[in-house]
């Protein structure tokens, strides 16, 4: 938000048009554009007729489908503030496919909004973090990781041996497994550096295991994109400057303010995401 990109773009709904226009011609054209995006701020009419003109410049300009949050950017996370009947509004003003997001801790409630909405499909964000099981419909009223979905991941994790770096591994666990442990077994969880380490833990304190012996190792497909180089400017070579000091092997600021997150909430053991990402889904 600071630097105005993220929700803060919409502060200037016509650059948000431009990137749009610019991506759609630049790349080819059976590449999918899409734009996730919250209502913007305003009185409740002006916020959803403002929302509506956003949209249809963007459909206008090329994208494929949208995705709405259904708050504004000062909004926070409550399930009062979720304004359904704008993202029904805005979807009946739409000819592209509209994707609705906000509230969505389990199958039974995207269910839901996809009912009160009559959008095209349903997003979720924290949701999925704290269950990767949520559009399973075996769980409908889920909003933790069933067993068998956690036992899944470390059967992912040992096939995919060194294509599955720890960090990815143990940060899932984070967000999917730690509304079962008690505060001490965080921190201690928290400091674990192997993966082994975290298998034997999680066998040890809750039971939780690999399936089986250590499968065939899975295939790896390198997903890097090479067939078309987009023009490189100064801005670019500046912003990848300033990314230097990430690595795929640093924790990032999302998960580094989530362990903390995790150790310093006063009182009681509960933890969940929206306490922390307020405004970020």
């Known amino acids: 938000m600071s630097k105005g990109y993220g929700c803060g773009l919409l502060r200037q709904p016509e650059r948000v048009r431009e990137v749009v226009q610019q991506v759609r011609r630049t790349l080819p054209s059976d590449f999918s554009v899409s734009v996730k995006m919250r209502l913007l701020g305003g009185s409740e009419a002006d916020s959803v007729e403002r929302t509506i003109d956003l949209a249809r410049q963007l459909e206008h300009a090329g994208v494929t489908f949208l995705t ?91 096939a995919a041996g060194d294509n599955l770096l720890f960090q990815c591994f143990h940060h899932h666990l984070t967000f999917m497994w730690s509304s079962e442990m008690k505060r001490s077994l965080r921190v201690q969880f928290n400091s674990l550096s192997t993966k082994k380490q975290v298998v034997e833990f999680l066998g040890e304190h809750y039971n939780v295991r690999t399936s089986g012996p250590a499968p065939e190792p899975a295939p790896y497909t390198d997903c ?57 889904e």
């Open 68 to 158: 709405l949050h259904g708050r504004t950017p000062a909004q926070k996370h409550s399930k009062d503030t979720l304004n359904i009947s704008a993202m029904e509004e805005v979807r009946k003003s739409l000819q592209i496919p509209l994707i609705v997001n906000g509230n969505v801790e389990s199958w039974s409630d995207a269910c839901e909004l996809h009912a009160q909405t009559g959008a095209a499909g349903v997003m979720a964000a924290r949701g999925l973090l704290a269950n990767p099981a949520l559009f399973n419909s075996d769980y409908p009223t889920a909003t933790t990781t069933p067993l068998a979905c956690v036992e899944q991941w470390l059967d992912i994790a040992a």
């Open 224 to 280: 890097t994109y090479t067939h078309f180089t987009p023009p490189r400017h100064a801005r670019h070579i500046a912003a990848e400057a300033e990314e230097l000091a990430w690595s795929s092997r640093s924790d990032g600021k999302f998960f580094t303010e989530f362990k903390e997150h995790q150790i310093s909430k006063p009182g009681g053991d509960d933890l969940e995401l929206g306490d922390l990402f307020g405004a970020e």
